[in-house]
């Protein structure tokens, strides 16, 4: 049958979202979020709309979805970042050379009817949510808010004319066997005689911790490839989403003087649970999610750990990376990982090798000229 490409509207958003939870749904590996978030996070009141424009497309072949993809122009990262970077993302596809290449086309001809110079992806919507190609370690499940897409993906990608953006790192920690007595000596020497305290967030203290957050998050990731700082309504949308599941033991401050200089952000892998509920919890699914988020959850993830610039170099990575592993402990994580960090950013990804991290997961981020 004839190939078709359609732009789908807001009235038919369903049928975008649904597409990969039937595209996967005998895949051994492949996990999707609820389907209410991923709606909430299409939907056009979504804060980062407020900055961004999308259009969605999907191919048809007769009556058949055989796949998707967003291309998105994100004002907030050209403002930021001084150029005309348009992007793509929700991107899933049948193992189908000639839909990729009609969808990836579509998406391509709109960005550059809105002056983008190059399309860059996936990120669904941005680098501050899930983003990459999965390029090594596709024989197990992704992390909590780590994308899964099967290795045909990187060769569709290719054919369209798209190479090489960065490369981003997952790493995982045997949390099960400790810090190392050699990396306490290393903290203690780092933080003796100075005044350097860790706190934990309560429930009650989170929308104080939340605006400390945003504040580090903003300083510390401000140099990287590929940032955009977050608004406060995104800061805010994202907390609200949170703070169901964060705990107290998630969440770790560094304060030195009496300042907040450096935060860690752990969260268990929901992504067990997530793998049962099947897209949404429902009679059928409810049970055998919350039999795995109660008994079935050994390990997570270090999903941000940021310092602030000015208080670089004074241990405080290796500080909270210390805590981090009391906290997967106390919660009995076999392992962590610790994802994701840009392949080249030396500083941070030879202090996680130093404790032992190993990198087992790798995932990558095209570009294309348009």
């Known amino acids: 049958m004839s190939l078709e490409i359609r732009e789908i509207s807001e009235k038919h958003l369903g049928v975008f979202i649904d597409y990969p939870y039937s595209l996967f749904k005998d895949h051994p590996h492949w996990v999707g979020e609820l389907k209410k978030d991923v709606r909430h996070l299409l939907e056009t009141g979504h804060p980062f709309w ?54 990836f086309a579509a998406a391509g001809a709109w960005l550059k009817s809105k002056g983008m110079d190059s399309a860059v992806g996936p990120v669904n919507p941005s680098t501050n949510e899930t983003c990459g ?9 992704p992390m909590v808010m780590m ?12 054919s369209a004319g798209f190479s090489k953006a960065r490369d981003l790192l997952a790493f995982r920690v045997e949390v099960a066997h400790g810090f190392g007595e050699r990396f306490e000596k290393i903290v203690q020497r780092l933080t003796r005689g100075k005044d350097i305290k860790v706190r934990h967030v309560d429930a009650g203290g ?18 990287n490839w590929g940032f955009v700082p977050m608004s406060d309504a995104e800061f805010n949308d994202m907390a609200a989403a949170m703070k169901p599941v964060l705990k107290p033991e998630y969440l770790y401050f560094a304060d030195v003087d009496g300042k907040p200089a450096a935060f860690v952000l752990l969260l268990p892998d929901l992504n ?3 793998k049962a509920a099947r897209g949404s919890l429902n009679p059928l699914t409810l049970l055998p999610f919350l039999y795995r988020l109660y008994f079935k959850m050994r390990a997570g993830r270090m999903l941000t750990l940021g310092v602030k610039k000015e208080f670089r170099g004074r241990g405080l990575e290796m500080l909270l990376i210390k805590k981090g ?13 610790m994802s994701w960090t840009l392949e080249d950013n030396a500083q941070i990804n030879s202090v996680i090798e130093a404790i032992g991290g190993r990198v087992y997961r790798k995932y990558r981020v095209f570009e294309k000229k348009l």
Not at 133 to 141: K, N, R, S, T
Not at 147 to 158: F, V
Request: hydrophobic fraction near 40%; aromatic fraction near 14%.
């Open 147 to 158: 994308p899964y897409t099967p290795e045909y993906y990187l060769g569709l990608a290719e």
């Open 206 to 223: 989170l929308d104080k911790a939340i605006a400390e957050v945003k504040e580090i998050y903003n300083s510390a990731w401000e140099k």
């Open 325 to 337: 592993f009391e906290a997967g402990q106390k919660m009995k994580w076999v392992y962590g990982e």
């Open 50 to 103: 407020r900055h961004g424009e999308r259009k969605l497309f999907m191919a048809w072949r007769g009556d058949k979805p055989v796949g998707r993809v967003a291309a998105i122009v994100n004002q907030a990262h050209n403002n930021f970042h001084g150029d005309r970077t348009g992007f793509f993302g929700f991107f899933d596809c049948e193992d189908d050379k000639e839909v990729a290449n009609a969808l």
């Open 272 to 274: 067990i649970p997530l």
């Open 133 to 141: 190609m999965l390029l090594e370690g596709f024989d197990g499940p």
